[in-house]
């Protein structure tokens, strides 16, 4: 069993950044598939971005590559999303999910979720 919890959302501007932070317990993370996904008021849960357990390959959905990095430190056993050059379509409820299989899932475990708002 993985616990996984969302931290760093918020309410920003514009073209500012955030950083999410996915932290993991009961298991560790390091031999996990580690995914981002959203899902914004009115719509359906999007992939954002994931990470494989070495940290040497990632996947982005196309709306975001360019402006989104995500990566891991396996030793605090942590994943993060840094989002730059946010738009205000980036606004939704962004979770964290951890599988075992691969970097396009599926994913077997999910976090709560952390609101990110982005202003015009």
């Known amino acids: 069993q993985v616990q996984l919890l969302e931290s760093g959302g918020g309410l920003v501007q514009a073209g500012g950044s955030l950083r999410l932070s996915c932290a993991a317990s009961g298991r560790i993370l390091s031999r996990w598939f580690v995914a981002w996904f959203r899902q914004a008021p009115g719509k359906e849960r999007e992939f954002v971005a994931a990470i494989n357990w070495s940290g040497m390959s990632t996947y982005y959905a196309d709306s975001v590559k360019g402006r989104f990095t995500i990566s891991r430190d396996n030793a605090k056993n942590t994943v993060s999303l840094q989002m730059n050059s946010l738009k205000p379509e980036d606004t939704a409820v962004y979770y964290c999910?951890?599988?075992?299989?691969?970097?396009?899932?599926?994913?077997?475990?999910w976090g709560q979720g952390t609101q990110v708002t982005v202003s015009s």
């Open positions: 999910a951890a599988g075992s299989r691969s970097l396009t899932g599926p994913y077997d475990y």
